[in-house]
T-cell receptor, first 112, second 112 residues
Framework: DQQVKQNSPSLSVQEGRISILNCDYT??????FLWYKKYPAEGPTFLIS?????DKNEDGRFTVFLNKSAKHLSLHIVPSQPGDSAVYFC???????????FGTGTRLKVLA | SQTIHQWPATLVQPVGSPLSLECTVE??????LYWYRQAAGRGLQLLFY??????ISSEVPQNLSASRPQDRQFILSSKKLLLSDSGFYLC???????????FGSGTRLTVV
């Protein structure tokens, strides 16, 4: 049972445009969400997070939106840059839990 | 800040051979430790986690085992590898619950 889903395995975006990566979850107990970025042959690195008490968190070019009623979160990258080309994983957890549940990832390709 | 050392970076092993992957952590004490696997075309699957020495929780029944002989050492093992054990193995640490993970650089295991 995949509790965290990223239904788009890949996405291509022109440099300078907006990239929108989506993530859906099924467990209503999740209250903390993160996005990780992963380059080939490397471990994922933390990008941005959001608590369920917020619906938006912004950090530079990266903004995460949370829609609790729809159990949906999205990551917006504006403007997209070629260096943003990577696989992006969303993850979810319940506060106090030791475990993060990861989605299957979306491969973003930013075209120069 | 935490640093994770994970080795080897790549490994090719024959079916039926044993496996030992090691992960050590610097910069924090008493971390939560994790082993994840990223199989081809799939997301990050949690295999094992540990909240203390000799405390191991298994998430997925399989051909693998984990041990934590020291506070900052986490080992993934197998007595006999299967073809399906191929994948990218990631060690991660978490300073305490509700913090994000820091991932190691990963081990690409190919079982032939």
């Amino acid at each position: 049972d995949q509790q965290v889903k990223q239904n788009s395995p890949s996405l291509s975006v022109q440099e300078g445009r907006i990239s929108i990566l989506n993530c859906d979850y099924t467990n209503s107990m999740f209250d903390y969400f993160l996005w990780y970025k992963k380059y080939p042959a490397e471990g994922p690195t933390f990008l941005i997070s959001i608590s369920s008490i917020k619906d938006k968190n912004e950090d530079g070019r990266f903004t995460v939106f949370l829609n609790k009623s729809a159990k949906h979160l999205s990551l917006h990258i504006v403007p997209s840059q070629p260096g943003d080309s990577a696989v992006y994983f969303c993850a979810a957890t319940t506060r106090g839990s030791y475990k993060y549940i990861f989605g299957t990832g979306t491969r973003l390709k930013v075209l120069a | 800040s935490q640093t994770i050392h994970q080795w080897p970076a790549t490994l090719v092993q024959p079916v039926g051979s044993p496996l030992s992957l090691e992960c050590t952590v610097e910069g924090t004490s008493n971390p939560n430790l994790y082993w994840y696997r990223q199989a081809a075309g799939r997301g990050l699957q949690l295999l094992f986690y540990s909240i203390g020495i000799d405390q191991i929780s298994s998430e997925v029944p399989q051909n693998l085992s984990a041990s934590r002989p020291q506070d900052r050492q986490f080992i993934l093992s197998s007595k006999k590898l299967l073809l399906s054990d191929s994948g990218f193995y990631l060690c991660a640490c978490q300073r305490t619950a509700n913090y994000g993970y820091t991932f190691g650089s990963g081990t690409r295991l190919t079982v032939v």
